[in-house]
């Protein structure tokens, strides 16, 4: 082959790399483009309301999942989950909720998934504040448990039932961590506030124990306990231990009224066992 002919057939295959890549480069720019443009998925059938605290001078999101038929059927009321740390578990707890109605293990729920308004809120810090019953050196603003429960009951609820059709008589409250401390403190400083609790994880260690000695201050004041409470933890976190303690505590005391189940979601540790065990938690709560 000649000179002149290798070189024209060169130029030929640079040219088409050439073009070829000019394409590319131009289709990817058009997806970028149209990604840009392309809405978010919702959940749907949720709304979201904000709301400013009088009582913990915070400012709430507040994710609200209505039942399918909610619209349709304007005379029903509904039950109504109120979820701590809705940043995280709202979306988890849509699909459980999903599942579980469909199958007729449980009646359709509203939920009410609580978390922090503002641009980029700091959950971690926030919550520790929120849902914690004493304050301690190591986490600023901490110990603000009371305030945040009277921003449920004087501020939330209201705000719930005067805007959606809920059944006052079934509220239920849940949460994780810090947020599952919260419910036992919310059970045993006014249990009748919500007719049923999970409490998942509960930092019951927390505070040198804090919540050992709330719950013994109320053995000693009551004989009664009319919840139902599902308390779980995870095998393999290092909760188990304080948790299981703590579920033996509860037994000992044997509080008349009191439903309790409890659970060690195996093969789980902190986080991970909150599928099964919100799963297991609303059959619970939620099953007459």
């Given at each position: 082959?000649?000179?002149?002919?290798?070189?024209?057939?060169?130029?030929?295959?640079?040219?088409?790399?050439?073009?070829?890549?000019?394409?590319?480069?131009?289709?990817?720019?058009?997806?970028?483009?149209?990604?840009?443009?392309?809405?978010?998925?919702?959940?749907?059938?949720?709304?979201?309301?904000?709301i400013?605290?009088?009582?913990?001078?915070?400012?709430?999101?507040?994710?609200?999942?209505?039942?399918?038929?909610?619209?349709?059927?304007?005379?029903?009321?509904?039950?109504?989950?109120?979820?701590?740390?809705?940043?995280?578990?709202?979306?988890?707890?849509?699909?459980?909720?999903?599942?579980?109605?469909?199958?007729?293990?449980?009646?359709?729920?509203?939920?009410?998934?609580?978390?922090?308004?503002?641009?980029?809120?700091?959950?971690?810090?926030?919550?520790a504040?929120?849902?914690?019953?004493?304050?301690?050196?190591?986490?600023?603003g901490?110990?603000?448990?009371?305030?945040?429960?009277?921003?449920?009951?004087?501020?939330?609820?209201?705000?719930?039932?005067?805007?959606y059709?809920?059944?006052?008589?079934?509220?239920?409250?849940?949460?994780?961590?810090?947020?599952?401390?919260?419910?036992?403190?919310?059970?045993?400083?006014?249990?009748?506030?919500?007719?049923?609790?999970?409490a998942?994880?509960?930092?019951v260690?927390?505070?040198?124990?804090?919540?050992?000695?709330?719950?013994?201050?109320?053995?000693?004041?009551?004989?009664?306990?009319?919840?139902?409470?599902?308390?779980?933890?995870?095998?393999?976190?290092?909760?188990?231990?304080?948790?299981?303690?703590?579920?033996?505590?509860?037994?000992?005391?044997?509080?008349?009224?009191?439903?309790?189940?409890?659970?060690?979601?195996?093969?789980?540790?902190?986080?991970?066992?909150?599928?099964?065990?919100?799963?297991?938690?609303?059959?619970?709560?939620?099953?007459k």
């Open positions: 082959m000649g000179k002149k002919q290798t070189a024209s057939k060169l130029f030929l295959i640079t040219n088409c790399i050439v073009f070829c890549l000019m394409i590319n480069a131009s289709a990817q720019e058009k997806v970028k483009a149209s990604n840009a443009s392309l809405p978010e998925v919702p959940i749907l059938g949720s709304q979201l309301r904000t400013e605290s009088v009582n913990t001078d915070r400012t709430y999101d507040i994710y609200i999942r209505r039942p399918s038929n909610y619209q349709s059927d304007k005379k029903h009321t509904y039950p109504v989950l109120y979820l701590l740390d809705g940043q995280w578990d709202f979306k988890l707890l849509d699909s459980i909720i999903g599942g579980l109605y469909y199958d007729k293990f449980v009646p359709d729920i509203i939920v009410v998934g609580i978390t922090y308004s503002g641009d980029n809120p700091d959950y971690e810090a926030l919550r504040m929120d849902y914690t019953q004493v304050s301690v050196r190591s986490i600023s901490s110990g603000d448990a009371a305030k945040f429960l009277s921003f449920l009951k004087e501020e939330l609820f209201p705000f719930m039932e005067a805007n059709r809920t059944d006052t008589s079934r509220r239920m409250l849940m949460g994780s961590s810090f947020g599952g401390l919260f419910t036992l403190y919310a059970m045993l400083t006014e249990p009748d506030l919500f007719s049923g609790y999970v998942a994880s509960p930092a260690s927390y505070a040198n124990g804090a919540m050992f000695d709330q719950e013994a201050e109320y053995a000693k004041q009551h004989q009664e306990l009319p919840v139902k409470l599902y308390l779980l933890v995870g095998e393999l976190e290092g909760l188990n231990k304080p948790v299981k303690k703590f579920m033996e505590v509860l037994k000992e005391h044997d509080y008349k009224g009191l439903e309790m189940k409890t659970q060690i979601v195996q093969g789980e540790g902190h986080a991970s066992n909150k599928p099964e065990g919100y799963n297991r938690g609303l059959r619970f709560i939620l099953q």
